[in-house]
């Protein structure tokens, strides 16, 4: 089945410790997406991209960023994990053609624990 | 504003109960999504609502979109402990790319069995 895949589903890092969450996709999409997301809280969108195409969000930290080597796959890099940074980070796709709805199919997110 | 406010923020309910939430703007918009958002999961689409006062039914679920466009309701019967989740609706941005999404701020439903 085509779908989005989160890698790791859970990661644990130390405050200050760079890391990466990785995300792939079968959907072939345009757009790739990063989310925050704190407990019962709506996902914030921290960037995406269309193509190759980096859209960064107005208030986005430059502690985050992100890489896109090819369609299928895109990281979220956190240079220096800071305790406020503990939280669900998704990553959704969509086909983003103009006049489409901008569905989104989202992974199963990576649980981040900062120590 | 394109805020979306969405109410209720909680909701505890029995099995078998009826329950409705809303999604509110002051603004129009061309279309509105919902999610459904299981614990430790990601939001999974529910439906598109496109057309004013368009009714769509899954399953035990009711999506509405209001007829002017600017607000939209889910209706679940006779809730299950399965329909627990965090429900959210997003629609478009109107500036910037088109491609972003403005979620509202969620309703945590908890079914009790």
């Known amino acids: 089945d085509a779908m989005v895949i989160q890698n790791p589903r859970y990661q644990v890092t130390q405050f200050g410790k760079p890391v990466t969450l990785s995300c792939s996709q079968t959907?072939?999409?345009?757009?790739m997406y990063w989310y925050q997301q704190k407990s019962s809280q709506a996902p914030k969108l921290l960037f995406h991209y269309y193509d190759k195409d980096f859209n960064n969000e107005a208030d986005t930290p430059d502690n985050f960023q992100s890489r896109r080597p090819n369609t299928s796959f895109c990281f979220l890099d956190i240079r220096s994990p800071g305790l406020g940074d503990a939280a669900m980070y998704l990553c959704?796709?969509?086909?983003?053609?103009?006049?489409?709805?901008?569905?989104?199919?989202f992974g199963p997110g990576t649980r981040l624990t900062v120590l | 504003t394109q805020l979306l406010e969405q109410s209720p923020q909680f909701l505890s309910i029995q099995e078998g109960e009826n329950l409705t939430v809303y999604c509110n703007s002051s603004?129009?918009?061309?279309?509105l999504q919902w999610y459904r958002q299981e614990p430790g999961e990601g939001p999974v689409l529910l439906v598109t609502?496109?057309?004013?006062?368009e009714v769509k039914k899954l399953k035990r679920l009711t999506f509405q979109f209001g007829d002017a466009r600017k607000d939209s309701s889910l209706h679940i019967t006779a809730a299950q402990p399965g329909d627990t989740g965090l429900y959210l609706c997003?629609?478009?941005?109107?500036?910037?790319?088109?491609?972003?999404?403005?979620f509202g701020s969620g309703t945590q439903l908890t079914v009790l069995p």
């Open positions: 959907l072939n999409h345009n757009v």
């Open positions: 959704a796709t969509s086909r983003g053609d103009r006049g489409y709805y901008n569905e989104q199919f």
């Open positions: 603004s129009v918009f061309s279309s």
């Open positions: 997003a629609r478009g941005r109107s500036s910037g790319s088109a491609r972003q999404l403005t």
């Open positions: 609502v496109v057309t004013g006062g």
